[in-house]
């Protein structure tokens, strides 16, 4: 059963005010590497880096950047580091979802004070372009969120990091803005983790999924998506549930070694455009079949799009009572099947393309089937 509640802007009331996403900051094997793969197929522009050159002498880091979208890829020079540990348990993946805010001080204490487990107490960071405070609480599996205060801050990205110049002509492909990050959590843990955003951070449930939305012949997964006051940040939690074979979460956090970010979302506003040249620069997406399309104008109606440019690039389509929404599927962006990414387009649709639910997963199952995985 899905219900949809509209969250009111409280933020005057709000005990965590949070202005959006600040960065994703991933502990990759190998950051040089995905930096060039982040800017020549998808855009990006290198915009900053730390490491030795900049003396940092443990890790090296890349920041890169499209619009609002700001990627951060760490990666460790020592053999035994929090780095290296992390990177040889889950493979390449998210380890901060780091969170923009006026006040990095009171997001500590007020997430603190309600239950957070704290990461690193509220640090005050400086250099020749100002300062920032940082603090970080845990969330799921190894995650963590950081709350990042910037305003007195006008360097390339935080304190410690220099300018680069870009070695390669980056073309962007129209990314705007991270839309929502969806974690994997245990069988059981998703309630749990729920709560955790509601008492800790003063989120609302917004939608829920259960597993007679979310099934298949096969596998099943349910879902909530818990939300910000302002609806700046939107986190879906997913859990696997009983189905007559591998759920595509089990098959996540077998590999993951634990709960962890499943996909991140991001907007475009032309979405045929973006994923027309994501394609022609290699990046693979679930394949649905053209069967999909058969009862598209009666499922959605009238759209502005060209129905067949969407077929031809395998570009989902729902709609809900705000509207609709355009939407594709990465495959997994590693070699463990893990991390993918979502492009998404809204046409005024707030929901998550529940009408795709059945295709995509039949989709993935595909996939995990080809990986003898199912
Ligand atoms: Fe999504």
Same mark, same amino acid.
């Not at 463990?336 to 039949?362: C, D, H, M, V, W």
């Given at each position: 059963?899905?219900?949809?509640? /509209? ?98 001080? /009171?997001?500590?204490?007020?997430? +603190? ?12 960071? =400086? ?34 990091? /220099? ?21 994997n959590v245990e069988l059981g843990a998703?309630?749990?983790? +729920? ?94 079949? =053209? ?10 109606g009238q759209i502005d799009e060209d ?68």
């Amino acid at each position: 059963m899905e219900t949809l509640e /509209k969250t009111e802007t409280i933020t005057s009331q709000d005990f965590l005010p949070l202005n959006g996403t600040d960065h994703i900051e991933f502990y990759v094997g190998n950051a040089k590497q995905s930096a060039y793969y982040y800017q020549t197929a998808w855009g990006y522009k290198l915009v900053a880096y730390s490491g030795p050159e900049t003396g940092v002498r443990d890790r090296a880091s890349y920041v890169l950047q499209q619009n609002k979208v700001r990627l951060v890829l760490t990666t460790s020079l020592q053999p035994d580091s929090e780095i290296t540990k992390h990177h040889a348990k889950h493979g390449d993946g998210v380890k901060f979802l780091s969170i923009w805010v006026d006040d990095a001080t /009171k997001s500590f204490e007020e997430t +603190v004070k309600r239950g957070a487990k704290p990461y690193m107490a509220p640090t005050r960071f =400086e250099d020749e372009h100002g300062w920032v405070v940082i603090s970080a609480i845990h969330t799921y599996g190894d995650t963590i969120h950081k709350f990042v205060e910037r305003n007195h801050y006008n360097g390339p990205f935080l304190p410690g990091f /220099k300018a680069v110049p870009n070695a390669i002509d980056v073309v962007p492909v129209g990314l705007k803005y991270v839309d929502h990050c969806v974690g994997n959590v245990e069988l059981g843990a998703m309630n749990q983790w +729920v709560k955790y955003y509601e008492d800790v951070m003063g989120f609302k449930l917004l939608i829920t999924f259960d597993d007679e939305d979310i099934s298949t012949e096969y596998s099943a997964l349910m879902s909530k998506v818990v939300s910000n006051g302002n609806g700046y940040i939107k986190f879906p939690i997913n859990e696997p549930a009983e189905g007559r074979k591998k759920s595509q979460i089990e098959e996540y956090l077998d590999f993951y070694q634990g709960a962890g970010v499943q996909h991140i979302a991001i907007e475009t506003d032309d979405i045929i455009a973006t994923v027309g040249e994501l394609r022609r620069r290699g990046i693979e997406f679930l394949y649905v079949p =053209e069967t999909y399309y058969d009862d598209i104008p009666q499922r959605v109606g009238q759209i502005d799009e060209d129905l067949e440019a969407l077929k031809k690039l395998n570009i989902l389509i729902d709609r809900d009572e705000d509207g609709y929404l355009l939407q594709i599927f990465t495959k997994p962006v590693e070699d463990r099947p893990t991390l993918f990414y979502e492009i998404i387009q809204r046409r005024g649709a707030k929901s998550f393309g529940k009408g795709n639910f059945k295709a995509l997963f039949e989709s993935i199952e595909r996939e995990q089937e080809l990986r003898g995985n199912l």
